[in-house]
């Protein structure tokens, strides 16, 4: 049986009295408007000595939470809400705005056709091959590999010369004035060659010399 339907005696016996047995306080009343329980009490003893019944009333309070105390104002909120937009269209235009200025600025400075070549880096290396006939890719490649690791230089830029009067091979330049040298073509060859002859003969013409 639920207690809330045992209806208050008139003669002033508790409403509740399993409660008063057990020793447990139950309200007199379960109000809901915000009236106090002193008034609700008193005004559910004045129904009952006119021959009313009582009765019970609960209102559902609405809030915007769940929570009991916290006040929402929804103006505020929508205000924030905006705030927190990620972008909006005015922001959009002006981003694609920006990037066609940008991109524009680019094709204006890149379309000249007497622009010169950028300079190579600083910490680049010049190599200069000469070679009896122009290197292909895969030549330029590979000279460029053996020079990094006899400079230990990372960065390299090869410039080919064609010097038909080399026969074969190639002659590499590198370093302050391109003072270090590697000649590795057929006329150096035949220079060394030449000069060792000629050192052989002097040498056998002045035997006690």
Known sequence: ???????INPGGHPAFPAARETGQLMPASVRFDGLSTQ???AAAVGRAHAGQS?????QTLRRPS???GVEHDEPADAAAAAALAPFQPLTLDFLRSL???????????????????????LHALRVVVSSAVELDARQTELI?????????????????????????GFVVCYGPGESHV????????????????????????????
């Open 99 to 121: 990037l066609d200025r940008n991109a524009a600025v680019a094709a204006d400075q890149g379309g000249g056709a007497d622009v010169a070549p950028p300079p190579p880096p």
């Open 1 to 7: 049986m639920n207690i809330l339907n045992q209806p």
């Open 66 to 68: 769940s929570y009991v």
């Open 182 to 209: 590697i000649d590795l073509s057929v006329k150096g060859k035949l220079a060394m060659l030449k000069n060792r002859v000629d050192s052989f003969d002097q040498t056998i013409a002045h035997p006690h010399q």
């Open 144 to 168: 460029a590999r053996k020079m990094r690791r006899i400079t230990g230089f990372a960065s390299l830029t090869i410039e080919n010369v064609v010097d038909p009067s080399l026969i074969a």
């Open 54 to 58: 009582p009765r019970w009333q609960a």
């Open 39 to 41: 008034q609700s009490t």
